[in-house]
């Protein structure tokens, strides 16, 4: 057990469609990051949040948004979903300066339809 | 732009074999190396992160080494059990960014 939880687990939803993912980082963890890992490959970086602010971005486009709040939790939003959404979405957390091991969730499993 | 591999991408062995995953990496400009495994269908867990300075890090039967100049990281699974089957990742984290960059795989099957 990482101490990061991921809500829910598993959504199914149509194309065109927004949804929201949510993510619990592991208390003192003030930095987020959020990433996609379609069937049979390696996750892939969305982006990162410090402190609140955003504090990098992978290859995604606008449609893909986040949110970090003061109580360590953090919202993955993504509009007009397509089909190619379908993935597990991990969030990760870790605390700044201490050897910096990400801890990841259980992730969630979206799919497009 | 860094890109990291994985090879090989599948592997099948009898129980008790040690075993070697290989991960190479195109920029030697890293922060650290770090190595996961993902049972199916299910998050990351860390096994072991090594830092840019350091050459190996061991933890039961695992040792990870990684030769920066050289791009290559190697982990090693002593005496393989069925309960190590799973995909192991390996992910490296650049200088400028928090972000990791992870290979595809090496799903690994251990049979009894």
């Known amino acids: 057990e990482t101490g990061v939880t991921q809500s829910p687990t598993h959504l199914i939803k149509t194309r065109g469609q927004q949804v929201t993912l949510r993510c619990s980082s592991q208390s003192g963890h003030n930095t987020v990051s959020w990433y996609q890992q379609a069937l049979g490959q390696g996750p892939q970086f969305i982006f990162q949040?410090?402190?609140?602010?955003?504090?990098g971005r992978g290859n995604f486009p606008p449609r893909f948004s986040g949110l970090q709040f003061p109580n360590y939790s953090s919202e993955l939003n993504v509009n007009a979903l397509e089909l190619d959404d379908s993935a597990l979405y991990l969030c990760?957390?870790?605390?700044?300066?201490?050897?910096?091991?990400?801890?990841f969730g259980p992730g969630t499993r979206l799919l497009v339809l | 732009k860094q890109e990291v591999t994985q090879i090989p991408a599948a592997l099948s062995v009898p129980e008790g074999e040690n075993l070697v995953l290989n991960c190479s990496f195109t920029?030697?400009?890293?922060?650290?190396l770090q190595w996961f495994r993902q049972d199916p269908g299910k998050g990351l867990t860390s096994l072991l992160l090594?830092?840019?300075?350091?050459r190996e890090q061991t933890s039961g039967r695992l040792n990870a080494s990684l030769d920066k100049s050289s791009g290559r990281s190697t982990l090693y699974i002593a005496a393989s059990q069925p309960g190590d089957s799973a995909t192991y990742l390996c992910?490296?984290?650049?200088?400028?960014?928090?972000?990791?960059?992870f290979g595809q795989g090496t799903t690994l099957q251990v049979k009894p």
């Open positions: 090594i830092q840019s300075s350091q």
């Open positions: 990760a957390s870790s605390p700044i300066g201490v050897g910096e091991t990400q801890y």
């Open positions: 920029d030697s400009a890293i922060y650290n």
């Open positions: 949040y410090y402190r609140e602010e955003e504090n």
């Open positions: 992910a490296v984290r650049g200088l400028d960014t928090g972000k990791l960059i």
